[in-house]
């Protein structure tokens, strides 16, 4: 036989190993409806790990009351994810005969320890906005403010545009604006807002208080400023009034 008649020696494949990974799915229940409910929700979170991944169906903890699973509609509801099923693991009779009865290689049951795998693992999520502060509008006041009366302005500021009398009450979770003569009370920032401010054109108030800091008439007329237009705001534990 010459040298070309020689039949070729060149290998045509080699068996080489695999670092590849596996995902294995484990049933705890023979319920294919929730499983497709729930690898559903998995894949709206994650629909990258659910692309044509590779899978060993773990069957070897189900409940052994349980009856045979319907192996080929399992493997039908794990497709439709993008799960593609390369073996099964499994212990019962019923499942080895159904694996070997479609040609699907069965595998042991493993006692090698697993970790359970997050699909939303790796995935950066993007950081909730923080809802909007409600605001509400400022509360606006044109007519005489009359002793007796009292005028709340909830989760805003309160604008009076009239004189305040005596015996009158103005409150507001802000600050609270007097373009006239304030003769009555004014409590601004009653919900502990610090940074309320009152403000009036003419002081001349029975008590003015921030976020629960306040004076009466007695300190007040003592003050340079009474029968002025100021403000008053709050420093730490102080009152501070002070010439608009």
């Known amino acids: 036989m010459s040298q070309t008649d020689q039949p070729d020696q060149t290998p045509v494949f080699q068996l080489k190993g695999s670092m590849l990974a596996i995902t294995v799915l484990e049933l705890a229940q023979n319920d294919l409806e929730a ?5 559903a929700a998995k894949v709206a979170q ?13 069957l070897d903890k189900l409940p052994a009351g349980q009856g045979a699973i319907d192996l080929p509609g399992l493997m039908r509801v794990c497709r439709q994810h993008g799960l593609r ?6 212990s019962r009779i019923e499942d080895i005969a159904a694996a070997i009865a479609i040609d ?3 595998l042991p049951p493993s006692g090698a320890r697993e970790r359970s795998v997050d699909p939303l693992e790796g995935v950066v999520k993007k950081p909730e906005k923080p809802p909007e502060p409600l605001i509400q509008p400022t509360r606006v006041i044109t ?10 302005a909830q989760g805003c500021d309160l604008v009076v545009i009239a004189p ?3 015996g009158a009450e103005l409150l507001a979770d802000g600050s609270i604006h007097v373009y006239g003569p304030m003769r009555g009370r004014a409590l601004a ?3 502990g807002d610090t940074k309320a401010r009152i403000f009036c054109q003419q002081l001349g108030a029975e008590l003015v208080s921030v976020a629960g800091h306040y004076k009466v008439s007695e ?4 003050d340079p400023l009474w029968g002025a237009s100021v403000q008053v705001s709050l420093a730490g534990d102080v009152l501070n009034i002070t010439r608009l």
């Open 85 to 90: 099923t390369l073996a099964v693991r499994a």
């Open 143 to 152: 007519s005489p403010v009359r002793g007796g009366q009292q005028i709340y």
């Open 46 to 58: 994650a629909p990258n790990f659910f692309s044509n991944t590779p899978l060993v169906l773990a």
């Open 164 to 166: 305040v009398s005596p």
């Open 35 to 39: 499983l497709d409910r729930q690898l």
């Open 189 to 191: 920032g009653i919900k």
């Open 104 to 106: 699907l290689p069965v």
């Open 219 to 222: 300190d007040l007329r003592r």
